[in-house]
């Protein structure tokens, strides 16, 4: 569940972007798993989905270790990926982050990243393949 103020913008070539609308410190936290809101999507289910419901599934959620798809309720899910990211993921379970802080100060209006490559198990060797619906 988002912790701050933020929006969504659209990037040109890149799609929706979530952008923090407050200044944020160095190590402060902005996202953090909430049990009654976001939720677990376990391999059973996933296969049971209809192929739309897959590829939502896919894209917006975070396969950990075990194969489950962890899925962000929240505009979190917006978050794009970042060679050089203004923020990590932190307080893993089951090799998926239930809070995520920045690295770095960032500006209202700057957008939030994430390097996928640290916490994305379904994409071999940190390449990122996206299905896009």
């Not at 160095?26 to 897959?54: C, F, K, M, P």
Request: aromatic content about 14%.
């Amino acid at each position: 569940m988002l912790i701050i103020k933020t929006f969504l913008r659209e990037i040109p070539g890149k799609g929706i972007g979530l952008f923090a609308d407050e200044d944020l410190n160095a190590g402060q936290i902005w996202w953090v798993w909430n049990d009654e809101i976001d939720q677990v999507v376990h391999s059973d289910t996933y296969e049971s989905l209809d192929e739309a419901g897959r590829k939502f599934v896919k894209k917006y959620g975070v396969k950990s270790e075990q194969g489950e798809y962890w899925l962000y309720a929240d505009h979190a899910r917006f978050c794009n990926h970042s060679d050089n990211p203004n923020s990590e993921g932190i307080d893993p379970q089951f090799g998926v982050d239930r809070k995520i802080k920045t690295i770095q100060p960032v500006k209202a209006g700057e957008e939030l990243t994430l390097d996928y490559r640290k916490f994305i198990y379904d994409f071999p060797d940190g390449i990122l393949n996206f299905e896009v619906f």
